[in-house]
Every structure is written in C-alpha cells, then in structure tokens.
C-alpha cells in the first residue's frame, strides 16, 4: 500500500511537470498544437498503425525534450539568477537539443503528409464541403490564442474581466 502511494504521488509531481510546462512554455504549447492538428487530419492520409505509432514518438520526443529544456532553464536560473555567458551557452545547448527534435519531427510529418494521394483527399474534404472552412478556421484561432497568451493568461484576463462587471 504504500508503494502504492509513493507511485501515485510520483504521478501526481510529474502531472503538475507537466501543467506547469503548460501555463508557463508557449513552445510547449505550439507543440501540442501541432499534435493535436496533426492527429486531427491524420485519419484522411489513411496512415498504417507503424506510421501512427512513428508519429506518437514524434510527439514524445519533441514534447519532452521541452520539458527538459525547461527544466534546465529553470535549474540553471536558480543559481544563476544574472545574465552570465556560461549560463546562456548551457540555455542554448538546451533549446539546441529542442530544435534537432523539432526539425526531424518536421521532416517525418513531410514525409507523412506531403503524399500526393494525402493532400488531394485533403483538399477534397474541403472543396467537397467548404463549410469545414469554419471550423477549421475557429479550431486555428483557438490554437493560437492557447499558443500566445496561454490558457492561465486568458484565465487571469476572463476572471479580471468579470470582476469588472460586478
């Protein structure tokens, strides 16, 4: 039972890793964007399970190794609260090993969804019912105000608002 415990509460650290990432990291927050789109037209390209299960490495690798950087940033930061030379070679080693994922994660969604067969199903949906224009095009705005303010600044912004109004 109380290994059981000790599990849980590990889960628990590791969520709000994960939810701090979420509030305080627009990169993070692009990325998950660029999952959720991708695996919102991924079923139109008829991928095989081995290329969806490709794809959800993508996802891992590029996502934690956001996490990663930013906990590094974060560790670096606490002993060095100034700007130092050798703390900014240990950020951008960081946000290196960020961009390789990013750019090779970008390179296997080229190869996944730039197939002739896959961007003609695309466009078909979209020219056989134009009214998924949107959706699509409210889904992107979403996006990038869940990307740019971030969902705790438009919380903050909602509830100053409505403290407003009373």
Same mark, same amino acid.
């Given at each position: 039972?109380?290994?059981?415990?000790k599990?849980l509460?590990?889960?628990?650290? @590791?969520?709000?890793?994960?939810?701090?990432?979420l509030?305080?990291?627009?990169?993070?927050?692009?990325?998950?964007? @660029?999952?959720? #789109?991708?695996?919102?037209?991924?079923?139109? %390209?008829?991928?095989?399970?081995? /290329? %969806?299960?490709?794809?959800?490495?993508?996802?891992?690798?590029?996502?934690?190794a /956001?996490?990663?950087?930013?906990?590094?940033?974060?560790?670096?930061?606490? /002993? /060095?609260?100034? %700007?130092?030379?050798?703390?900014?070679?240990?950020?951008?080693?960081?946000?290196?090993?960020?961009?390789?994922?990013?750019?090779?994660?970008?390179?296997?969604? @080229?190869?996944?969804f730039?197939?002739?067969?896959?961007?003609?199903?695309?466009?078909?949906?979209?020219?056989?019912?134009?009214?998924?224009?949107?959706?699509?095009?409210?889904? @992107?705005?979403?996006? #990038?105000?869940?990307?740019?303010?971030?969902?705790?600044?438009? %919380?903050?912004?909602?509830?100053?608002?409505?403290?407003?109004?009373?």
């Amino acid at each position: 039972m109380r290994r059981l415990k000790k599990t849980l509460r590990s889960f628990r650290a @590791a969520g709000r890793g994960i939810v701090i990432c979420l509030c305080t990291e627009p990169h993070f927050r692009f990325h998950l964007a @660029a999952t959720v #789109l991708v695996l919102l037209i991924a079923p139109l %390209y008829e991928l095989q399970p081995a /290329e %969806y299960g490709v794809l959800l490495l993508t996802f891992a690798m590029v996502m934690s190794a /956001e996490v990663v950087n930013t906990a590094l940033e974060r560790v670096v930061d606490l /002993e /060095e609260p100034c %700007y130092s030379q050798k703390v900014a070679v240990v950020k951008d080693l960081a946000a290196g090993a960020v961009l390789v994922c990013a750019v090779f994660a970008a390179i296997i969604g @080229a190869l996944f969804f730039l197939r002739p067969s896959g961007l003609k199903a695309l466009f078909g949906l979209f020219a056989a019912a134009p009214w998924l224009l949107l959706p699509a095009g409210l889904l @992107a705005v979403v996006l #990038l105000l869940f990307i740019s303010p971030g969902p705790l600044a438009i %919380y903050r912004k909602l509830k100053q608002l409505l403290k407003r109004k009373d």
